[in-house]
């Protein structure tokens, strides 16, 4: 039907059509949808509209399409889907009870075969959020992810990656980290995630310099090649079922801590890494908010990764601001650019993070003794070698290109002189949100004045930058009726 569902399965059928009549079918029932080998359950909209479709005509989205593969000639057969017994065991979730290996191997099982429609994976979802996964159960989801998807091996002993828990606008330390990990010798096949609530994820930032949509066989000889890649992991398949899970944390806005470990944690050892850094920034407006519960995360990251066969290293960042200047893919994707470059106006903060986790992963690895993590990094970075590195990933992944520049721009400016006091990430990342980051790639904001800056009333303290002049106003409406999202004090 031409009709973008994102990556929802939807059928499109007649009220007055023998099949909806026949088998009881009605809006949201869900439908198996059969065709030669492949099949499919997608959830049913019902047209009333006769010019839409024909009585004996059934329409499929963009999304359905995709999975069901159909042609021209062959039968096409619909019925009703088995009945789900793993339902049972989420609404025992849901009234508090603990949830056993099995029980959670067949949630997870039926949502990587789309069996799931958005209300029973918002059940679950909502039902695991919070603190309400505790150890044992936040392991079997993680074994339960890994074990419904491909996973890849390496003929490496060692295998390095890292994640940001995120929460931090800005911090995509992932294009740094790469490039000067793969540059050093080590092997590095990193898979990242879009935007869940924040306004730009590492995939979306990186698909404004190169192709992220690369399948098993394409990220495999990348990695053989340059010793590293920054791919979508939703075009791997190496961890699916977390993939529709996050199809579904987006609007709700849910990142909970055990579906985040187990997220990230699935995602790593599928990808055939066996070393990790997990950056946890903290800060009063970051995702993790304390120093207690860094601390509390951490070790869940670590006691989940030991069982599943990871090492993992935490290291603990200042989430107190925004990282680099840009917020957005394409703003984002400049910062990245400028640091590989080693141009005078890169963001140093960008700069020095990456080189801390960099370092991290060098000494984690064992190729660099423990203290010497730091200098060796940068080495890499600073003569050149980790922007060749880069180039050549970005290369091999399909072409290197130049991320595009937003149509409309507004400067905002400081009411009155004063020093910044403090940055509230959230609301800042929202209004980048609300100029159509990510979806608009150049869309976003640039932060001017990080904490600290002294700065004289009418001088730049951010500038939006939004594709379309309705979302502009929308972004600016939001940015008004809030208070100060940059605060400033007095001078001293």
Same mark, same amino acid.
């Given at each position: 039907?031409?009709i973008d569902?994102?990556q929802?399965p939807?059928?499109?059928m ?9 088998e *009881? ?6 439908v198996a949808?059969?065709?030669r080998?492949q099949?499919?359950i997608?959830t ?11 009585r004996?005509e059934?329409?499929?989205?963009e ?6 593969r159909?042609d021209?000639?062959g ?8 009945p789900l017994e ?7 979730k849901?009234?508090?009870q603990r949830l056993r290996d ?6 997870v099982?039926d949502i ?5 429609a958005?209300?029973h ?6 039902a695991c959020a919070g603190s ?7 392991t079997s &989801?993680?074994?339960a ?7 890849l ?13 995120g929460?931090?606008?800005g911090?995509?330390?992932?294009l740094?980290v790469?490039p ?7 092997t590095?096949p990193?898979?990242s995630s879009?935007?869940i609530t ?5 995939a979306?930032?990186?698909e404004t &310099?190169a192709?992220v949509?690369?399948?098993?066989a394409?990220?495999?000889?990348v990695?053989?090649r340059e010793?590293g890649c920054i791919?979508?992991g939703?075009?791997v398949?190496l961890s699916?079922?977390?993939d529709v899970?996050?199809r579904v944390?987006?609007?709700l806005d &849910?990142d909970s801590?055990?579906q985040?470990v187990a997220s990230?944690?699935s ?6 890494s ?21 601390k ?6 670590i006691?989940v990764g030991r069982?599943?066969?990871l090492?993992?290293r ?6 107190s601001?925004?990282?680099?200047h840009?917020?957005?893919?394409a703003?984002?994707?400049?910062d990245?650019l ?5 141009e ?9 993070r990456?080189?801390r986790?960099?370092a991290?992963?060098?000494?984690m ?8 993590g730091?200098?060796?990094?940068a080495?890499?970075?600073d003569?050149?070698r980790a922007?060749?590195?880069?180039q ?13 520049v937003a ?7 400081a009411p009155?002189? *004063?020093?910044v ?6 609301r800042?990342?929202?209004?980048a949100?609300l100029?159509?980051?990510?979806r ?14 002294p700065?004289?009333a009418g001088q730049p303290?951010?500038?939006v930058h939004?594709?379309?002049s309705?979302e502009l106003a929308?972004?600016l409406?939001?940015l008004?009726?809030?208070k100060?999202i ?6 001293r």
């Amino acid at each position: 039907m031409g009709i973008d569902t994102y990556q929802e399965p939807v059928v499109y059928m007649r009220a007055d059509c023998h099949i909806c009549r026949s088998e *009881g079918f009605e809006a949201q029932s869900r439908v198996a949808i059969r065709h030669r080998e492949q099949s499919i359950i997608a959830t049913l909209n019902v047209v009333h509209d006769q010019q839409f479709l024909d009585r004996d005509e059934a329409g499929l989205s963009e999304a359905a399409w995709r999975l069901l593969r159909p042609d021209a000639s062959g039968r096409v057969v619909l019925s009703h889907p088995a009945p789900l017994e793993s339902l049972g065991h989420v609404r025992a979730k849901v009234y508090g009870q603990r949830l056993r290996d099995i029980e959670m191997a067949a949630i997870v099982g039926d949502i990587a075969a789309g069996r799931y429609a958005d209300n029973h994976l918002s059940a679950f979802i909502t039902a695991c959020a919070g603190s309400r996964l505790d150890l044992a159960e936040t392991t079997s &989801l993680t074994r339960a992810m890994i074990d419904v998807g491909d996973r890849l091996t390496w003929p490496e002993p060692i295998v390095v990656d890292k994640h940001c828990v995120g929460g931090l606008p800005g911090n995509r330390t992932t294009l740094v980290v790469v490039p000067i990990v793969a540059a050093f010798g080590l092997t590095m096949p990193k898979t990242s995630s879009r935007a869940i609530t924040s306004p730009a994820g590492t995939a979306d930032t990186m698909e404004t &310099l190169a192709p992220v949509n690369l399948d098993i066989a394409a990220m495999r000889k990348v990695v053989e090649r340059e010793g590293g890649c920054i791919v979508w992991g939703g075009s791997v398949q190496l961890s699916p079922a977390d993939d529709v899970l996050i199809r579904v944390e987006r609007p709700l806005d &849910l990142d909970s801590e055990g579906q985040l470990v187990a997220s990230v944690l699935s995602k790593k050892a599928a990808a055939g890494s066996n070393h990790v850094v997990i950056d946890i920034p903290v800060g009063l407006t970051a995702k993790v908010r304390s120093d207690d519960a860094a601390k509390t995360l951490g070790q869940r990251l670590i006691d989940v990764g030991r069982e599943v066969g990871l090492n993992v290293r935490v290291v603990v960042t200042d989430g107190s601001q925004p990282v680099g200047h840009g917020i957005g893919p394409a703003l984002e994707a400049r910062d990245v650019l400028a640091v590989l470059r080693g141009e005078k106006t890169a963001p140093q903060d960008l700069r020095a993070r990456a080189l801390r986790l960099a370092a991290a992963i060098l000494e984690m690895s064992g190729t660099v003794s423990r203290g010497n993590g730091l200098d060796e990094a940068a080495a890499v970075l600073d003569d050149g070698r980790a922007w060749k590195k880069f180039q050549a990933i970005c290369e091999a992944q399909g072409g290197m290109r130049q991320p595009p520049v937003a149509a409309y721009t507004h400067v905002v400016t400081a009411p009155h002189a *004063g020093r910044v006091l403090s940055i509230d990430n959230r609301r800042l990342a929202r209004l980048a949100k609300l100029a159509g980051a990510p979806r608009a790639t150049a869309a976003g904001l640039e932060l001017h004045t990080p904490l600290g800056t002294p700065v004289a009333a009418g001088q730049p303290i951010l500038t939006v930058h939004a594709d379309a002049s309705g979302e502009l106003a929308y972004a600016l409406q939001y940015l008004e009726s809030q208070k100060p999202i940059v605060r400033l004090g007095d001078n001293r």
